[in-house]
């Protein structure tokens, strides 16, 4: 399966917008003018048109959140990087306002997809960042949906636990995909019991726990990441996240996840990115 090359503009409203986060939030759209939704494959984007109180027809592009097997609606989670966009249309946008989204563009996942239909490929691991979690939910509602089985490693950095994104979700992406494994790390957080953290971001049940993991306090590293996952070097790697998570800050001399997973022995045809800017 081919991503799309072929672009589209609709109109769609908004009906239904949730908090995920003190500065992001979800937008469920439906089209305006019961048009279809164009295809698209889990880990594509889309562009959103806003006018801005900065430029009339702004846009930015953002992963769609929700898989092309849940017809009728597309979701597009957003956050504020306190850029020129998206605190504007977080704090203007509400319920049957109407935009213009164009769309698919983009690769990102593309490539796993088809080496799992070819049954070359088993194991995934996906490493985000914040709202770099977007095209992961995607895919791993898209694998739920079409009975894929492959095992899914979702490791999921964020400062702490208020930063996260998906809360309510999470518990049941792990209910329904029984080959999902979850790491969070929360790289401000110290010295905090498991209990708590169960029941303040990830509720799940009993018989899920052990497969929800924790690390505090620091950034994850190569060596969290194959002490986890078996088959770690046959495994493929997608990261979505920030500039610096997926490629370090020179200037201080840190690796990004890209560089921790190629010196950890990954090949770099094994490693896939996709970078989100300031929004």
């Not at 003190?22 to 806003?50: E, M």
């Not at 109407?98 to 490493?127: A, C, H, W």
Request: hydrophobic share 35%.
């Amino acid at each position: 399966m081919e991503p799309s090359l072929k672009t589209t503009r609709l109109v769609m409203t908004v009906v239904e917008i949730r908090d995920e986060t003190d500065v992001c939030k979800t937008y469920r759209f439906v089209s305006a003018l019961n048009q279809d939704i164009f295809p698209y494959l889990p880990g594509q984007d889309v562009k959103l048109y806003f006018d801005t109180p900065l430029k009339k027809n702004d846009f930015r592009l953002y992963s769609i959140a929700t898989p092309p097997t849940r017809k009728g609606y597309m979701e597009l989670t957003i956050k504020s990087e306190q850029g020129q966009f998206a605190p504007y249309f977080l704090s203007q946008a509400k319920v049957g306002d109407q935009y213009v989204i164009e769309g698919p563009y983009g690769r990102f996942l593309s490539k796993p997809l088809k080496m799992i239909e070819n049954k070359e490929l088993d194991t995934l691991v996906f490493l985000a960042s914040s709202s770099g979690i977007v095209p992961f939910r995607c895919f791993i509602e898209y694998a739920i949906d079409t009975g894929l089985d492959v095992d899914i490693w979702l490791f999921y950095v964020n400062r702490t636990r208020k930063d996260l994104i998906y809360r309510q979700l999470l518990p049941a992406l792990l209910e329904e995909y029984p080959k999902l494994r979850l790491l969070l790390n929360f790289t401000r957080e110290h010295e905090i019991a498991k209990t708590e953290l169960y029941e303040s971001v990830c509720n799940v049940k009993d018989e899920l726990k052990d497969r929800v993991d924790f690390l505090l306090g620091r950034r994850l590293e190569f060596s969290d990441i194959a002490s986890r996952v078996e088959k770690w070097k046959d495994a493929w790697y997608g990261i979505c996240g920030g500039a610096k998570f997926i490629a370090g800050d020179r200037q201080l001399g840190q690796d990004g996840m890209m560089q921790k997973i190629e010196k950890g022995g990954v090949g770099r045809s094994r490693i896939e990115i996709d970078s989100y800017g300031t929004n």
